[in-house]
């Protein structure tokens, strides 16, 4: 399995950024994947997920604002993040779970990571 993320940077509070994934190993369109992010100092969290037929994850932190998307014939996934808010500033990983029990669930694989700075 392999993931590569793209598309972080630095955005300010209230814009937008979308993140892209690109997997190879494994089929997006059969198996649950998601995206977890890490603040310094603090443990990993995942902030989406998408499994079953389209059947998808959000915490309540970023509810409303982040969708997961998936490419089946790129087998891509993404992050649409919208009204982006400091505390969203973190490392933000695509990730496979151990198991498609979001967000209880372990991380099987993971890619590099990309930063997403939010700040004015």
């Known amino acids: 399995v392999r993931l590569v993320e793209s598309g972080g940077g630095l955005v300010q509070p209230g814009g937008s950024l979308t993140l892209s994934c690109a997997a190879s190993g494994f089929t997006v369109s059969t198996s649950p994947v998601g995206w977890a992010r890490q603040v310094p100092g603090k443990g990993v969290e995942w902030v989406s997920g998408i499994y079953g037929s389209d059947s998808t994850y959000y915490p309540d932190s970023v509810k409303g604002r982040f969708t997961i998307s998936r490419d089946n014939s790129k087998n891509m996934v993404f992050l649409q993040m919208n009204s982006l808010k400091p505390e969203d500033t973190a490392v933000y990983y695509c990730?496979?779970?151990?198991?498609?029990?979001?967000?209880?669930?372990?991380?099987?694989?993971w890619g590099q990571g990309t930063q997403v700075t939010v700040s004015s």
């Open positions: 990730a496979t779970p151990t198991s498609p029990w979001f967000p209880a669930t372990g991380f099987a694989s």
